[in-house]
T-cell receptor, first 111, second 114 residues
Framework: QKEVEQDPGPLSVPEGAIVSLNCTYSNSAFQYFMWYRQYSRKGPELLMY????GNKEDGRFTAQVDKSSKYISLFIRDSQPSDSATYLC???????????FGPGTRLSVLP | ETGVTQSPTHLIKTRGQQVTLRCSSQ?????VSWYQQALGQGPQFIFQ???????GRGNFPPRFSGLQFPNYSSELNVNALELDDSALYLCASSLAGIEPDTQYFGPGTRLTVL
């Protein structure tokens, strides 16, 4: 079993839709949870991070963590064509040295 | 823009050659991590350097090595290149001691091994 698994995608939605991106992880010692966005031919950029179960909101983005189920989600409201990118979940191990990334979900928001 | 820069942008090498990739960290950051990202995959952790010492390593062979300099810039060296080494190589800088260890990525170096 991989440490971090992510919905395979690709995912295509119409502009304005609500998008749900999901990851599961296997190691309960993981403490910090991040979402990165990566545009084509660019490095990943940090969108949000959280370290507790529950929801964290930032503008149109909401990160949700359920540690009991080892499940994290990113919701994007009112999706825009500029949101078209690959979304990577990343989980930081408890030693603070190693980010474990999911394989990414490619999202296309169609105008 | 994160302030993390990498050079070169693209590189083509042949099997068996050696390559050096460079990274300049974001101002004030003292930790650098290197990742390999194959096409269609998430980044895979290679190693991390903190204050010029290796501070953790992923599942990569010893022919992947690195350096961090006093100004916190960094190099990734790969010897005896193999075809499977073709990938995007990303460096990420962060400031140790700040929780979480939020990493800021550079644009990457795309390495092609023929």
């Amino acid at each position: 079993q991989k440490e971090v698994e992510q919905d395979p995608g690709p995912l295509s939605v119409p502009e304005g839709a609500i998008v749900s991106l999901n990851c599961t992880y296997s190691n309960s010692a993981f403490q910090y949870f991040m979402w990165y966005r990566q545009y084509s031919r660019k490095g990943p950029e940090l969108l949000m991070y959280t370290y507790s179960s529950g929801n964290k909101e930032d503008g149109r983005f909401t990160a949700q963590v359920d540690k009991s189920s080892k499940y994290i989600s990113l919701f994007i409201r009112d999706s825009q064509p500029s949101d078209s990118a690959t979304y990577l979940c990343a989980i930081l191990d408890n030693y603070g040295q190693n980010f474990v990334f999911g394989p990414g979900t490619r999202l296309s928001v169609l105008p | 823009e994160t302030g993390v820069t990498q050079s070169p942008t693209h590189l083509i090498k042949t099997r068996g050659q050696q390559v050096t990739l460079r990274c300049s960290s974001q101002s004030g950051h003292n930790t650098v991590s290197w990742y390999q990202q194959a096409l269609g995959q998430g980044p895979q952790f290679i190693f991390q350097y903190y204050r010029e010492e290796e501070n953790g390593r992923g599942n990569f062979p010893p022919r992947f090595s690195g350096l961090q300099f006093p100004n916190y810039s960094s190099e990734l060296n790969v010897n005896a290149l193999e075809l499977d080494d073709s990938a995007l190589y990303l460096c990420a800088s962060s400031l140790a001691g700040i929780e979480p260890d939020t990493q800021y990525f550079g644009p990457g170096t795309r390495l092609t091994v023929l």
